[in-house]
T-cell receptor, first 118, second 115 residues
Framework: GAVVSQHPSRVICKSGTSVKIECRSL??????MFWYRQFPKQSLMLMAT?????????EQGVEKDKFLINHASLTLSTLTVTSAHPEDSSFYIC??????????????FGDGTRLSIL | AQTVTQSQPEMSVQEAETVTLSCTYD???????LFWYKQPPSRQMILVIRQEAYKQQNATENRFSVNFQKAAKSFSLKISDSQLGDAAMYFCAYRSLNTGNQFYFGTGTSLTVIP
């Protein structure tokens, strides 16, 4: 079955560091990728939607300059948390699917990245 | 790694009727969490219901309930008195308590509610 690889699975770094998280679709072309952040009580907030070759669409309240998303190829999207601070500590997860827009195609999730900023 | 399988890509239900969405998972762990998330057109992932593996009692949240069969590694979601607003993608998810609290998701079931 389709696999999405998210790397790294865990990051611990100092405040002020920039951290890059990769999301790769291993056996299909991921036209659309979603980035989520986990909040207390397990809810997952959609941060942005990225379509290959175009700028990401950010959800309201998500800082574009803080969370840089690049979707340069059909198999790779990256999320860079710039100048990370302790309040950015969270669990980030990506999902990918073929096709653009919102549809009912299967989504394939990465395993997530636990980010801890000291 | 753990795997989560949702074998029904699409389901439909008549308004006010009951529908059950299937989910199975594979794990060697004894303690973990299971979740059902709803993804409406906004694409947000809304937590519908959560089950701790150590609890035998099935979780319920208003019209939503689960049938958790730990030995069979099955975690189905029952939606009673279906409403038009229930139409969405539903994802089953497993969360390990050991491997960095990673989430493992199924590929989703698209639920249509027929008026």
């Amino acid at each position: 079955g389709a696999v999405v690889s998210q790397h790294p699975s865990r990051v611990i770094c100092k405040s002020g560091t920039s951290v890059k998280i990769e999301c790769r679709s291993l056996d299909f072309q991921a036209t659309t990728m979603f980035w989520y952040r986990q909040f207390p009580k397990q809810s997952l907030m959609l941060m942005a939607t990225s379509n290959e070759g175009s700028k990401a669409t950010y959800e309201q309240g998500v800082e574009k300059d803080k969370f840089l998303i690049n979707h340069a190829s059909l198999t790779l999207s990256t999320l860079t948390v710039t100048s990370a601070h302790p309040e950015d500590s969270s669990f980030y997860i990506c999902s990918a699917r073929a096709g653009v827009g919102f549809g009912n195609q299967p989504q394939h999730f990465g395993d997530g990245t636990r980010l801890s900023i000291l | 790694a753990q795997t989560v399988t949702q074998s029904q890509p699409e389901m439909s239900v008549q308004e006010a009727e009951t529908v059950t969405l299937s989910c199975t998972y594979d794990t060697s762990e004894s303690d973990y969490y299971l979740f059902w998330y709803k993804q409406p057109p906004s694409r947000q992932m809304i937590l519908v219901i959560r089950q701790e593996a150590y609890k035998q009692q099935n979780a319920t949240e208003n019209r939503f309930s689960v049938n958790f069969q730990k030995a069979a590694k099955s975690f189905s979601l029952k939606i009673s008195d279906s409403q038009l607003g229930d139409a969405a993608m539903y994802f089953c998810a497993y969360r390990s308590l050991n491997t960095g609290n990673q989430f493992y998701f199924g590929t989703g079931t698209s639920l249509t509610v027929i008026p």
